[in-house]
């Protein structure tokens, strides 16, 4: 079973378990190409043929033959389309559960001790973060792994609050998110950055620093992280020293936080290296804030099994370099 497209996680009590049901669900599994629950796998993660066939470096053509292969062998379709997504029959629902387990079973197995060549190996790996940090990193590691390790690739998903729950269950390898949170898990510092208030260049405040009225007396633009009512690092301090601010209008997003500050009086605080970059695009000027924000602390945190994965521990290594050149 290729070891690059294999996904991974817990060694749960109720594996054997599910193994058996998807042995008995395969009519004889001797006659069965093991190979194809990697696809599988993959096909019912991602409900998409195209999208399955770049996370395990095939051709749409031959990820569709794999597809008819698969319904062959379980004399169902798998996957069904309804409009113009592509859909779970009830079968499939069934054994994505035991499918995934098993996969990241083998996948442990063979990742005992393996040796990882970079320039070498396909891998593909599944990151959560916030756009400012997509923003900044995607980039560098991208040309980083291009000159180092052309098969391995990267693929950046939208935090969320269940980011820690994501990576015990294998969704995704690596989240990067601020200090403060998922304490218990593997770590390793990536970088730092001030806070720096942003305005639109035209907008009526002129000076380079706000005193405490000015800052208040603005309507402001705030950040709210997805699924839950507290904001960004700077936006809770803010809440924890009594700063009232009037805000009109909130963003999910740090990236276009600066671009919705065109032909308006708002305020919005955003990390200053984010400001800087993009200070000409989205035309607007940073003024210094009235207090001292703590500085935001981006770390890498991912599944403690992955710790003494030679994979891992390779692109974890990279991640610092990247982020330590900024």
Known sequence: MPNEALRSVSRGPTFGSRLSALRRTIVNLRQFDLNLLVALDVLLSE?????????????????????????HSFQDELLVRVGR??????????????????????????????????????????????DYVTFLLLGPLLKLLAERAPNISVRFF?????????????????????AEFEPRLPSVPLFEDSWVCAVWSGHPHKAEQFTIDEFLAF???SFRLAGQDHGSIAETYLAEIGCERR??????????????????????????????????????????APFTVPRLREKLIWSPRYTASAAHTWIRERFVEVAQAL
């Open 219 to 221: 309507p402001h633009l």
């Open 247 to 288: 805000i009109v209008a909130s963003t999910e997003s740090f990236a276009t936080a600066p671009f919705l500050l065109r032909d308006a009086p708002l305020v919005t605080l955003v990390p200053r290296r984010l400001g800087e970059r993009l200070r000409e695009a989205a035309n607007i000027r940073l003024v210094e």
């Open 47 to 71: 409900r998409n043929v195209t999208r399955a066939s770049e996370r395990l470096f095939l051709s749409q053509p031959a990820m569709s033959g794999i597809l008819a292969r698969l319904r």
């Open 85 to 130: 997504n592509l859909e779970l029959t009830a079968l499939a629902a069934e054994l994505a559960a035991p499918v995934h387990d098993t996969v990241r079973q083998v996948e442990d197995l063979l990742n005992l001790r393996q040796p990882f060549a970079p320039e070498a190996s396909r891998w593909s790996f599944r990151i959560a973060a916030s």
């Open 158 to 178: 939208a935090l969320e609050p269940t980011a820690g729950d994501r990576l015990a269950a294998g969704d995704i390898d690596f989240a990067i998110l601020p």
